[in-house]
């Protein structure tokens, strides 16, 4: 009896540490992925003449961040997923899972950088936004700073997956976050870098020509080269990643209405990617939970949240508010050690804390409904979820921190 009670206490006490290390986990994913984002905002605060050479260039970023997020993000939870069922091997053969992922990014990666710059210039004579780059510009700066981007990203995720085997980390904690943060730190530099490609208007429209039939002929090849989950997890991802993107050019004209604003209180400018990210990778997190316990069978997909999916949005949000106040420092920080002109301390808290507020409740509600509409209508939630809730907390955050700037007094 006392073996059998002592057993019961070891089991009580393991699942009762279990919430805690997820926690940690998420906390530290969350805070570190603030510091990358930052780090990415720096290098927009620091193009403030490229952004106004280039008008258009800002609205293209929200977007270009959230494909890398969205692409990798899923990739990072379908492997999750994987790990969790027991079915993941580390391995590039073209057949296995991570294989077969691989080419499914590169191909969406290519392609809907391509839909990502013909929506731009779209939304740009929509929304009457003056513009001087051509469709072609936005063609070579999209489809070029993707391809650079996602370069970097996909060691990245393949790092942290191969990370979790070994270490035992939780894929649904920090996948997301890191992905997502580390995503606006290479994607930044990786446009401006293509954004100097297209000084010669006669070159960058050749030069588009060619990215746009290449781009069409490695599909193709990719396509061939494929299996049935390449197809399935294409089929299913480009029309969500369509609407996302649409949902991304629509935060990014909100926030290149008020690049006046960013330009003048540059740390706003430095937390946008944080803020953004964080938004996104805590509406990630949920999706991506709640996606492998739909799948395990542990969680029931019921329109009103279970007993454990309500733990884990609570968890959730317990890690928010101090991620929040860790953007605002950070970008105070380097605004402060690079001479950016900006508001005060305690100002930026205020920004990120009340527009976080209203961003974490839509967090919660697009992240659960998302991902349990996708498990109930019989469709993967790791290659939907994701890019709903980021996409969708894109446009939320940026509505939200915008609102938060007009309430503090700095726009």
């Not at 090849?221 to 990643?241: A, C, F, N, T, Y």
């Not at 008020?258 to 805590?282: C, E, H, Q």
């Not at 329109?303 to 860790?326: D, E, G, K």
């Amino acid at each position: 009896m006392a073996a059998g009670t002592n057993s019961r206490k070891g089991i009580s006490l393991k699942q009762s540490l279990i919430p805690s290390i997820d926690t940690q986990q998420r906390f530290f994913a969350l805070v570190l992925g603030v510091v990358a984002a930052s780090l990415g905002g720096l290098f927009l605060a620091r193009a403030e003449v490229k952004l106004e050479e280039l008008p258009g260039l800002l609205m293209l970023i929200p977007g270009a961040i959230a494909l890398r997020g969205n692409i990798f993000g899923a990739m990072g939870s379908r492997l999750g997923t994987a790990v969790h069922a027991g079915t993941f091997r580390l391995s590039l053969r073209k057949d296995g899972v991570v294989g077969q992922n691989l080419l499914a990014a590169a191909i969406l990666t290519l392609l809907l950088s391509v839909i990502l710059a013909v929506i731009g210039r779209g939304a740009v004579s929509l929304f009457g936004i003056a513009s001087t780059m051509s469709l072609g510009d936005f063609i070579v700066i999209s489809t070029l700073g993707g391809v650079l981007a996602s370069a970097a990203v996909v060691l990245i995720t393949l790092m942290l997956v191969a990370g979790s085997v070994r270490y035992r980390w939780d894929l649904d904690n920090v996948t997301s976050p890191l992905v997502t943060a580390f995503g606006d730190l290479v994607t930044v530099p990786a446009l401006l870098l293509a954004a100097n490609l297209i000084s010669n208007s006669s070159s960058v429209n050749l030069l588009a020509t060619l990215i746009v039939i290449i781009v069409l002929i490695g599909t193709l090849l990719m396509w061939r080269l494929g299996e049935s989950d390449l197809h399935q997890i294409i089929r299913q991802s480009i029309p969500v990643l369509f609407f996302a993107i649409l949902i991304d050019v629509a935060a990014g004209v909100i926030v290149e209405k008020r690049i006046t604003d960013l330009l003048t209180s540059k740390s706003v400018l430095i937390m946008l990617p944080a803020f953004l990210a964080t938004a996104g990778a805590l509406g990630g997190i949920l999706s991506s939970r709640l996606s492998t316990q739909f799948h395990l069978g542990l969680d029931n997909a019921t329109p009103i949240p279970s007993r454990t999916s309500a733990r884990n949005i609570q968890s959730l949000v317990a890690v928010a508010v101090p991620v929040f106040i860790a953007a605002a420092s950070a970008a105070h920080i380097l605004g402060v050690i690079t001479n950016q002109n900006a508001p005060g301390f305690w100002q930026l808290v205020l920004i990120a804390l009340l527009g976080g507020s209203l961003a974490i409740i839509m967090v919660t509600i697009i992240a659960y409904y998302s991902t349990m509409a996708a498990f109930r209508f019989g469709l993967d939630p790791d290659t939907y979820g994701i890019p709903m809730v980021t996409s969708s907390l894109d446009l939320v955050g940026a509505f939200t921190l915008v609102i938060a700037m007009v309430a503090v007094g700095v726009a």
